[in-house]
């Protein structure tokens, strides 16, 4: 065998061994002369690469002409031509289903070698990478307008409850409708800060199977009387990390949107299984990573989701349903809740009909789960003076949080920013209790004062309030043995906060 041979059984050698990219190599006519088993797989039901087969045919109508330009440019000599996207003619591909082209002269001889490779998982994978970092600027966008938002909801709630305690003539229904709607407001900015995923959680290490279970009575209410309710729950389950009350919303959220896309009779099903990956997985808006998952369903059988409108479903005010009183913000607070938990929410089409949505969460090894605990009910601390510094950059909430403590009978000194609040006690007031916003205008935030307060006061008691949640300012609140309130909060719960924080002054 000469050196011409041995190069050419080399050649032949790699070109059936390729398994990432079907390869063919063109005569001068963009006839096929030969083919490897990749491009064979590739081309599926749909046309074959025989030899003598134009190249071409390949490929859908829609996309041979670029296809056929690049061939022909190919064969032309060089250079190469850049690569073309194109799909191939299998019919029984799926709808985003495309391959990129790429066609080079041969050396040597006139003709042309064509690669073809399947870019359909990267593209999705891409889309979906796009799709997450949209929602996330949705989100933070959303956390924002929901900050500014409880600022004002805790200005309308205070004055209202200020009023009510004045005893206004003729206006106690009017102002009780005030509280009603704050409260109303108030639930709607929560809904937005778990899309964001700023809530405030909980979480610890449960046994998924049994934690759904225990909320089987309530899924049997929500399903309503014409649909029946499945469950394949593997008893304990596998170990994971999430807040329960979170879980349940999660789930009662899912099983209502299941009900309303089944108009009819039917069936949901809350099924789950431990899965492991060994590959990256696409989910809507995020790309699942390989490891143990414990993986939550809820399925339908109703008219399933357009593709048109899957990519949206997951979009906060999105519905379908705004004249049957649909929010748009079920699977918006389902998605905010996953993320903020370490896990991904994945919907695809059911079999044969319907809908599933999926729920992935790590799992955990090595630890023993947690017992549902009954709250416990706190008796509330009796009247006593206490010295509060109060520092709040917002006027309103200023005035109407200082009239609630000093009805209580506490003094009160304010402070718009940190900045002033430190001139305050350096000036000689002597705080049993410090009251602060978190997010003030200044170099120093509410959990700096904090900080500066308690280095020459160890342990001095420090209510942190804030428009977003105690979970996006957590690492900063973490070991400082601080309580938290959450705006827009009632004014009572700030008096009983202040009194159970601080011991009583003679």
Known sequence: MNEADRIAADFGRLFEAEEEAGLAVLDTEG???????????????GPT??????????????????????????????????????????????????????????????????????????????????EGARLRTVGQLAGGVAHDFNNLLAVITGAAEAALARGGAGTEEELRGILDAAGRGARLVKQLLAFASRQTLAPQVIALGDAVAT????????????LALELDLPRPGPLVRVDLAQLDQVLVNLVVNAREAMADAGTIRIALAARTLTAEEVAQGSVIPPGDWAVLSVSDEGRGIAPEI???????????????????????????????????????????????????????????????????????????????????????????????????????????????????VGAGFVPDVVVSDVTMPGEMDGIGLARALRDARPGLPVILVSGYSEGTVGEGVAGLGIRFLEKPFRMAELVAAVGEAAPARD
């Open 31 to 45: 006839r096929i002369r030969l083919a490897n088993p990749a491009l064979w797989a590739l081309c599926g039901a």
């Open 49 to 130: 690469p025989v030899t003598g087969g134009t190249v071409v045919a390949l490929f859908a109508e829609e996309t041979q002409a670029a296809v056929a330009g690049a061939v022909s440019a190919a064969i032309a000599g060089p250079p190469a031509p850049p690569a073309v996207a194109a799909r191939l003619a299998d019919p029984t591909l799926p709808p985003d289903a495309a391959v990129e082209v790429h066609c080079r002269p041969l050396r040597g001889e006139p003709g042309a070698l064509m690669r073809v490779v399947d870019v359909t998982a990267r593209r999705r994978m891409q889309r979906q990478l796009e």
């Open 215 to 226: 909320m089987e009575p309530l899924l049997m209410q929500l399903r309503g009387a014409r």
């Open 310 to 424: 899957l990519p949206r479903v997951f979009e906060p005010f999105f519905t379908t349903r705004r004249g049957q009183g649909g929010t748009g913000l079920g699977l918006s607070t389902v998605l905010g809740i996953m993320r903020q938990s370490g896990g991904h929410v994945s919907v695809a089409p059911g079999q044969g009909q319907g809908t599933v949505f999926r729920l992935w969460f790590p799992a955990v090894h090595g630890a023993a789960p947690a017992a549902r605990e009954e709250a416990a009910t706190a008796e509330p601390p009796g009247p006593a003076r206490r010295r509060v510094l109060l520092v709040d950059d917002e006027p309103a909430i200023r005035l109407l949080a200082r009239r609630a403590l000093e009805s209580a009978g506490h003094e009160v000194q304010v402070a718009e920013d940190a900045e002033t609040a430190l001139d305050a």
